[in-house]
């Protein structure tokens, strides 16, 4: 099984609508949890943190299920500009705590 | 406030030659990671470096590919003979903290020919 899997899309849905991304990590283990943004040919940027609570920043909310080892991101009001790859990041398995990159999810926002 | 600066950012090379790859980190960062992403593909974890020291290397192949961070200077990725299937961006990261956010530079994207 992959630390960290993603559904890779691509996710096209029109401007305004809302979208959710799934992201499954295999460390029961994991205490920090983040979705990045990365554009075509460019570097990750972090997008925002996850905490067990659940967090939201504008339109974007992060929750987490420890129990079902899932994170999610949910996009509501889609932007052209939210067009991008997002992935999930994970700390992973040894004790350096690095942090492990799913392979990302594709999203296309069309007019 | 410079971020995470990486040079080169392109860099073509011939098969069997060698290919260095420098990160500075963001001031006052000591903990370095490199990560390599494939064309089409995620970013794969290759080491991990603090000041003089490789913490975790569980990523990098084990040869031809080397790391180092030195006490003073950028943190350096290098690989000798390289091959074709060597040609991918070489991103590096700095964090102030273990586990915590980590700042991207821009990538440098090798090709070798």
């Known amino acids: 099984r992959k630390e960290v899997e993603q559904d890779p899309g691509p996710f096209n849905v029109p401007e305004g609508a809302t979208v959710a991304f799934n992201c499954t990590y295999s460390?029961?283990?994991?205490?920090?949890f983040f979705w990045y943004r990365q554009d075509c040919r460019k570097e990750p940027k972090l997008l925002m943190s996850v905490y067990s609570s659940g967090n939201e920043d504008g339109r974007f909310t992060a929750q987490l299920n420890r129990a079902s080892q899932y994170i999610s991101l949910l996009i509501r009001d889609s932007k052209l500009s939210d067009s991008a790859t997002y992935l999930c990041v994970v700390n992973g398995l040894s004790n350096t705590d690095k942090l492990i990159f799913g392979t990302g999810t594709r999203l296309q926002v069309f007019p | 406030n410079a971020g995470v600066m990486q040079n080169p950012r392109h860099l073509v090379r011939r098969r069997g030659q060698e290919a260095r790859l420098r990160c500075s980190p963001v001031?006052?960062?000591?903990?370095v990671y490199w990560y390599r992403q494939l064309p089409e593909e995620g970013l794969k974890f290759m080491v991990y470096l603090q000041k003089e020291n490789i913490i975790d290397e569980s990523g990098m192949p084990k040869e031809r590919f080397s790391a180092e961070f030195p006490k003073e200077g950028p943190s350096i990725l290098r690989i000798q003979q390289v091959v074709r299937g060597d040609s991918a961006a070489y991103f590096c990261a700095s964090s102030p903290e273990l586990g915590g956010e980590l700042f991207f530079g821009e990538g440098s994207r090798l090709t070798v020919l």
């Open positions: 001031k006052g960062h000591s903990h």
């Open positions: 460390n029961s283990a994991s205490q920090s």
